[in-house]
């Protein structure tokens, strides 16, 4: 059975997708993250297919390693190669449930091989808070009207 469409992950993802180069050092990654304010890049080879993932975790971690230099790092080095990813027409709640339970920080939304766009915790909370205001101002409608 479809999912309807309001349930699709598609309508919930972050769309406007920043990429990192497979090439791209550590320390550019990371500036490219605070320069967009995102915590996660997918990552891509030089024909844009998806390899991998880098979190600003991964990238800390990295360079807080003694001796290492982050502009010499390729950011290859620090990303997590596999990836979650999800069809645009999923339904959120399975894509969240499977971020929950592996604790992943992202879901990476492809259809064919084209990024379409990324689901992360934020986008999670941003639709569990959403949720809830919707059903707080139902409750509220209902005690105003009587019911």
């Given amino acids: 059975m479809p999912v309807p469409p309001s ?5 919930h993802m972050t769309k406007a997708l920043v990429v990192v180069p497979a090439t791209a050092t550590v320390e550019a990654s990371a500036k490219l ?10 990552v891509v080879d030089g024909k844009g297919k998806l390899v991998g993932i880098v979190s600003q975790r991964d990238l800390l971690l990295v ?9 010499e790092v390729p950011v290859s080095e620090a990303m997590n190669k596999d990836v979650y990813r999800a069809q645009p027409d ?4 399975k894509v969240a449930r499977t971020m929950a339970d592996k604790r992943y920080g992202a879901c990476v939304v ?8 990324l689901f992360t915790t934020t986008d999670a909370l941003n ?3 959403h949720h809830f205001e919707k059903l707080e101002r139902q409750r509220l409608r209902r005690r105003k009207s009587g019911a």
């Fill in 63 to 71: 360079e807080s390693i003694p001796g290492v230099v982050a502009a």
């Fill in 90 to 93: 999923e339904a959120v709640e």
């Fill in 7 to 11: 349930r699709q992950i598609q309508h």
């Fill in 33 to 42: 993250m605070r320069r967009h304010t995102v915590r996660h890049l997918p």
């Fill in 127 to 129: 639709l569990l808070a």
């Fill in 110 to 117: 492809a259809n064919k091989g084209n990024l379409l766009g």
